[in-house]
């Protein structure tokens, strides 16, 4: 009995601090990227989730080089290309795409500068890396609170909005109808997710930033009729496999004879998608005796997105 | 400027970046597929970390993990929405990229540069790989140009005359793959997408037919090219900033143009 339970947890585990850090941070971030993402899923800006990430860490870059706070680079930066995209036309599908892409391609330039301009004015070492993976243990335990601020915003946010945008996710049209500023609650929405996911590429870096965003929620959005369920479902999916990957990971080291600890986001990712094909396979089962639970928002969707 | 020897290969290779990206990226907007066109790119960039750990070419890994990108797409759109899609098989490629990288022992500057290029550096011997996967492409999307327009445009008619969406989907991102493994070692795996983006969006903008629009996208992704390795050569600037600042500026020309013929009375294109 013991031996297996230190076969799953690795000694030092329970009271590594950095450990600690990381499964606090990763089970908030994975919470807010939980609720955020149902609703970027269903309306189907997953692109502009990814993109905003990369947007975010550009402004990470930028505030690494000025000498400004990791914060304010990677929130600020992130909520001008939310703001930015939604004015050159998030709302048409197709003209959304390319808004996504322009904003994306710009700050993938921006990127490339402020790397450049970093990495020949000093010899800071894994920048490179930082920006494109991130790493969960990297995150100071001073960030926490301004996290756990942002994530109560971003919370708040959504939890204002959340019934006239979902109304305004699945029929446009009756939403206007019905005196909802569809665009004033879209806008707000994005600024939801700029702040999420700026704060989910700082803390655990911008694979799980859009992993965690995009896996749970669709994963929720499956199996669960209400929108309410899969919100939760998708928070437990999440915080799950944000844990579990932090214990993987950590036992990985002790794996082989090696003695090299594999990455974190691997473990989460892998859990994450892994859980997305096996609510495929139970959605297929279901599908076939009753209706699929999801069908008919996503055609709703569908039928919205095509009339726009 | 052109007489350098490494030069030569820089003007010759991104010559050939930019014509393949003008015409794949044409139909990247066209089909409004942003997400994979920047997915397929970005996930690849694992398949070169996968070479340096097994000591095998990096051209190699990138064409096996790009192609894998567009299966996955593929496969995975079947059963969900095609931006969920993209987005799971991005992070999973990224998540194996990170797994490699953590076993290998890569210099800062070598995934610098499979990210944001380094067309200074163009070794002769790349500039043969580079022209044959670029004519691969150009030659699949001439064979298959009719039924992918019309897959683009009007899927409904496409489907109706017995084109099978689905494989012409396969197809086009087959071909945005080729266009990545090529591509990366030379602009990198994230200056590739804003090649295929801003250009053709520009071009579409002017005009909406499909020829001249194609046209039009290679040459403004020629100068976009050229100007961004002129700019390398004499400022030391990063080619990666100056083909997406000069992308995204087309892409606000273009916009421009099409805002003030609108005014003008003459009737908007964007429209196809």
Redesign the interface.
């Known amino acids: 009995m013991h031996a297996i339970y230190n076969a799953i947890f690795e000694p030092g585990f329970f009271s590594s601090s950095q450990v600690h850090v990381a499964a606090t941070i990763g089970g908030l971030v994975a919470l807010v990227s939980a609720v955020t993402g149902v609703f970027t899923?269903m309306r189907?800006?997953?692109?502009g989730?990814?993109?905003l990430g990369d947007v975010s860490a550009a402004g990470g870059a930028g505030a690494l080089l000025v000498g400004l706070s990791p914060v304010i680079g990677f929130v600020g930066l992130g909520i001008v290309g939310a703001g930015v995209m939604d004015m050159?036309g998030v709302r048409r599908?197709?003209g959304r795409?390319?808004a996504?892409?322009?904003v994306?391609?710009?700050?993938?330039?921006?990127?490339?500068?402020f790397?450049?301009l970093t990495?020949t004015r000093s010899a800071t070492?894994?920048?490179?890396?930082q920006v494109?993976?991130g790493s969960i243990y990297a995150t100071p335990p001073g960030t926490i609170p301004i996290v756990v601020a942002l994530s109560v915003v971003a919370l708040g946010a959504l939890a204002v909005v959340s019934r006239p945008l979902l109304l305004a996710t699945v029929s446009p049209d009756i939403a206007a109808a019905r005196g909802v500023a569809v665009r004033m609650v879209g806008l707000l929405y994005m600024l939801a997710l700029a702040i999420s996911v700026g704060l989910s590429s700082l803390a655990i870096g911008?694979?799980?930033s859009?992993?965690l965003l995009?896996?749970p929620p669709?994963a929720a959005l499956?199996v669960a009729k209400r929108t309410s369920r899969a919100i939760g479902l998708a928070c437990l999916f999440g915080v799950a496999a944000t844990w579990i990957g932090i214990l993987l990971a950590y036992d990985s080291y002790y794996w082989g004879t090696a003695h090299?600890?594999?990455?974190v986001?691997?473990f989460?990712?892998?859990i994450?998608?892994v859980g997305?094909l096996a609510t495929?396979l139970t959605?297929?089962r279901t599908a076939g005796r009753t209706a699929a639970p999801t069908a008919a928002p996503?055609a709703a969707i569908g039928r919205d997105e095509m009339a726009a | 400027m052109f007489a350098v020897g490494f030069m030569m290969n820089a003007w010759i290779t991104a010559t050939i970046v930019a014509v393949v990206g003008g015409v794949v990226g044409f139909f990247v907007v066209l089909r409004g597929a942003a997400f994979p066109a920047h997915a397929i790119p970005k996930g690849a960039f694992a398949g070169a970390a996968g070479a340096a750990l097994l000591g095998i070419s990096t051209l190699i890994g990138l064409a096996v993990f790009a192609l894998l990108g567009a299966f996955g797409i593929a496969s995975l759109s079947r059963r969900s929405r095609t931006d969920v899609a993209t987005a799971l098989t991005l992070v999973m490629m990224l998540a194996l990229g990170a797994a490699f990288l953590s076993r290998t022992i890569e210099y800062e500057s070598a995934i610098y540069s499979l990210l944001f290029g380094e067309v200074l550096g163009v070794s002769t011997n790349q500039v043969l790989p580079t022209a044959l996967f670029g004519a691969v492409c150009i030659a699949a999307i001439t064979v298959a140009y009719r039924p992918l327009l019309l897959s683009s445009v009007v899927p409904e008619v496409a489907e109706a005359k017995g084109v099978r969406a689905r494989w012409i989907e396969l197809l086009f991102l087959i071909i945005v793959a080729l266009a990545t493994a090529m591509t990366v070692p030379v602009v990198g795996a994230l200056l590739i997408f804003s090649l295929m983006i801003g250009p053709p969006a520009a071009a579409r903008s002017v005009t909406s037919r499909p020829l001249l629009a194609m046209v039009l996208s290679v040459a403004i992704a020629l100068v976009t090219v050229w100007a961004a390795i002129a700019a390398a050569y004499l400022y030391n600037w990063p080619v990666g900033f100056c083909v997406g600042a000069l992308s995204a500026l087309s892409y606000g020309i273009g916009r421009g143009w099409a805002t003030w013929r609108h005014r003008r009375g003459v009737p908007a294109l964007e429209a196809a």
Not at chain 1, 104 to 113: E, F, N
Not at chain 1, 125 to 129: F, I, K, R
Not at chain 1, 260 to 263: G, T, Y
């Open positions: 899923v189907g800006q997953s692109f989730g990814h993109a050159i599908l197709r795409d390319l996504t892409g322009i994306l391609g710009t700050a993938i330039g921006l990127s490339a500068l790397l450049h990495t070492t894994g920048a490179v890396q494109l993976f911008a694979i799980l859009t992993a995009i896996g669709a499956r090299q600890a594999l990455p986001s691997f989460v990712v892998a994450v998608f997305y495929g959605g297929a996503a």
